[in-house]
């Protein structure tokens, strides 16, 4: 079993940056390949960023490419999203997410295994 805490959401305003950290406990998170997803109210899941186990392979969506960057630190436990150059619809609950075996669906939420509660992150223009 793993818990995921996310932390570091906030209100900022449009241009700025915020860093959300995933904080795994439990089995060691070290082996899995881990994701961020958002989600507004009436809307489905989307996703964000994804990272493999090593960390050296990364994925993104086209809306925030060039903006996000996400990392982890297996010493740590933790997975970071480091998002820059916030935009209002960037306004979302952000979650993070593990999964134990490798998939080639690392933007589907029924991909994962785990999720955290969720962080908001308001982005005021």
């Known amino acids: 079993q793993v818990q995921l805490v996310e932390s570091g959401g906030g209100l900022v305003q449009a241009g700025e940056t915020v860093r959300l950290s995933c904080a795994a406990s439990?089995?060691?998170?070290?082996?899995?390949?881990m994701g961020w997803f958002r989600q507004v109210p009436g809307k489905e899941q989307e996703f964000v960023a994804a990272?493999?186990?090593?960390?050296?392979?990364?994925y993104y969506a086209d809306s925030v490419k060039g903006r996000f960057t996400i990392s982890r630190d297996n010493a740590k436990n933790t997975v970071y999203l480091q998002m820059n150059s916030l935009k209002p619809e960037d306004t979302a609950v952000y979650y993070c997410?593990?999964?134990?075996?490798?998939?080639?669906?690392?933007?589907?939420?029924?991909?994962?295994?785990?999720w955290g509660q969720g962080t908001q992150v308001t982005v005021s223009s």
């Open positions: 439990g089995r060691t998170c070290s082996s899995y390949y």
């Open positions: 990272i493999t186990w090593s960390g050296l392979s990364t």
């Open positions: 997410a593990a999964r134990r075996l490798y998939s080639a669906s690392y933007s589907l939420p029924v991909e994962y295994d785990y």
